[in-house]
Nanobody, 118 residues
Framework: VQLQASGGGLVQAGGSLRLSCAAS????????MGWYRQAPGKQRELVAT???????NYVDSVKGRFTISRDDAKNTVYLQMNSLKPEDTAVYYC?????????????WGQGTQVTVSS
């Protein structure tokens, strides 16, 4: 499975962006889809995840501001980011995780840069 992330850009604090992660194959088989981010000089951190059943989870710093969603028909996962803050500046990565008997698949897309100016 190949993942293509898009939607990053430069936005002022308080603004919004929507990231998209398009998969080359079906995401219905993925146990978990997620977004991670990595700021300069920092480790990559989990931002949000969504399960097959659309249960979501968020890191505390984005709760109430970010929303992860999925469209299985389009094989795409989204991250709606509102009320953006300068500390949200990072490269955002899409991830897909699948567990089947005898095999684990962990897939990453290329990053998309999000820059929030103060």
């Amino acid at each position: 499975v190949q993942l293509q992330a898009s939607g990053g850009g430069l936005v002022q604090a308080g603004g919004s962006l929507r990231l998209s992660c398009a998969a080359s194959g079906s995401i219905r088989s993925m146990n978990l889809m997620g977004w991670y981010r990595q700021a300069p000089g920092k480790q990559r951190e989990l931002v949000a995840t969504i399960t097959k059943g659309s249960t979501t989870n968020y890191v505390d710093s984005v709760k109430g501001r970010f929303t992860i969603s999925r469209d299985d028909a389009k094989n795409t996962v989204y991250l709606q980011m509102n009320s953006l803050k300068p500390e949200d500046t990072a490269v955002y990565y899409c991830n897909a995780y699948r567990v089947v008997p005898g095999n684990v698949g962990n897939y990453w897309g290329q990053g998309t840069q999000v820059t929030v100016s103060s």
